[in-house]
């Protein structure tokens, strides 16, 4: 099992975190990734590789994958935007991730190399926080939007063979 560190512990400022790995049956705990802001990890499909969300700077916020021990971290966002939230698709072959890259957070979808990111929901609000549906035919998420004088937030559901056009 992957987690990680609190890295708000002082809002809106962010703090280093690390992500560490807990074997379930020793409750042996390792740190996988440190230095910086590291947060939203997540097991490949197979195993090997963990992917995760890397602060750089205080407003970029960019999509990494690396081995599963941690080794040889790799940004695949490469966007000044913010982009971070990142889940694998159960075959291993996309990313969905979150991006506020037109102004709003939506759903964007890439290959697992980073390339070819395309929106997938064309959200108003904030929608962030993908998952995979087992068959990876569709991606679930939560969109936010302030209303009256409160915040509205619905879980929501995207087609992943219906995406919007590439826009970036």
């Known amino acids: 099992m992957l987690f990680c560190s609190d890295d708000d ?11 560490f790995s807990v074997d379930l049956g020793t409750r042996d705990v390792a740190t996988l990734i ?8 997540s097991w490949s499909p197979d195993g090997k590789k963990i992917l995760f969300r890397r602060m750089l700077g205080e407003m970029n916020s960019e999509v990494f ?5 941690g080794s040889d971290a790799q940004n695949l966002s490469h966007h000044p935007a913010f982009d971070g939230w990142p889940a694998w698709s159960p075959d ?3 990313i969905a991730f979150a991006s506020n890259r037109n102004a709003n957070y939506q759903i964007w ?6 390339s070819e990111p395309r929106l997938l929901a064309n959200t108003e609000g904030r929608a962030t926080e993908p998952r995979w549906a087992p068959d ?11 209303a009256d004088f ?11 063979g219906e995406q919007v056009p590439k826009r970036q």
Do not use: W
């Open 34 to 41: 440190s230095g910086g802001t590291n947060t939203y990890p």
């Open 150 to 160: 409160g915040v509205d937030c619905q879980i929501m559901a995207a087609m992943v």
């Open 136 to 146: 990876g035919r569709i991606v679930y998420f939560t969109n936010c939007k302030k």
């Open 109 to 114: 979808l890439m290959k697992t190399d980073g």
């Open 92 to 94: 291993g072959t996309m």
């Open 9 to 19: 512990l002082k809002p809106p400022a962010k703090n280093a975190s690390e992500i």
């Open 65 to 69: 994958v690396a081995n599963g021990d």
